[in-house]
């Protein structure tokens, strides 16, 4: 800091906490005046910045009770507070607003993943309808009696509900209805999952015995050499003379 000499008009340095400065021209060494120190804290008040209004502070304890200098010093502490203040409350706004920055990214990430949730939930319900309604329908065919209707129908349906047991039993009645060819693929289907060996091994023999009837008509003669049409099964007691020529 600066102040003039009383001698030469001079620039006399001085420092904060001096109380005598040394001329730059004439080399005359003086005491700070309490005015100089007193223009000097008001200049650096004067800047409003936080540096300048510490200095400011120091300058008026240094001259503590000559003329306002205790008011004055009060006034700069009052300023420092309140600039303070304001860096902190802009740093606490600045806080919020990344604060809320955050909470909003994790909001968007949670209502995404709410959707996504809830869409697989429409999703999953809608199916499950769905295949409720065809197994209501696989239902409604086997008790009409439908059976090789239910069967297919529960057979599509695959491990829902109880849709292989009800395959079984629809097979069962398929086959205690006579329909061997019809009641099989189901059995061979449910083979190694529900214990149907019996009625899979029953449908093979009724079908293999329905062949075998079929080839030995095929291989019995259907007229005699007179044109007369004669039974499939001929009896131990044929005599072939006993035929009327």
């Known amino acids: ?30 005491e700070i005046d309490k005015s100089d120190i007193y223009e000097e804290a008001r200049r650096l008040s004067e800047e409003d910045t936080e540096e300048g209004l510490e200095q400011a502070m120091l300058l008026y304890r240094s001259i503590r009770g000559w003329r306002d200098a205790d008011m004055l010093c009060r006034a700069c502490r009052i300023r420092l507070g309140r600039m303070h203040w304001l860096v902190e409350s802009a740093m606490l706004k600045e806080e919020e607003e990344r604060f809320e920055a955050k909470m ?40 009409a009696g439908e059976y090789e209707r239910a069967a297919a129908a529960f057979q599509e349906m ?18 205690k209805a006579g329909k061997y060819e019809e009641a099989l ?39 005699m050499p007179d044109g007369s049409w004669r039974l499939a099964n001929l009896s131990t007691d044929y005599v072939s003379g006993e035929v009327d020529a």
């Open 1 to 30: 800091m600066i102040c003039r000499c009383k001698s030469c008009g001079g620039s006399i340095e001085w420092k904060i906490g001096d109380a005598m400065g040394v001329c730059m021209d004439c080399g005359a060494r003086q």
């Open 104 to 143: 909003a990214r994790r909001r968007k990430i949670l209502l995404a993943v709410l959707t996504a949730l809830l869409l697989s939930l429409a999703v999953i319900i809608i199916i499950t309808s769905v295949r409720l309604s065809r197994y209501n329908r696989a239902a409604e065919h086997f008790a």
């Open 158 to 175: 695959g491990d829902f509900k109880n849709s292989r047991a009800r395959v079984y039993l629809s097979a069962v009645e398929l086959y």
């Open 185 to 223: 693929p189901y059995f061979v289907w449910l083979d190694g999952d529900i214990d149907n060996g019996y009625y899979l091994r029953k449908c093979q023999e009724r079908l293999a015995e329905q062949d075998t009837g079929a080839s030995k008509e095929e291989q019995l003669p259907s007229a």
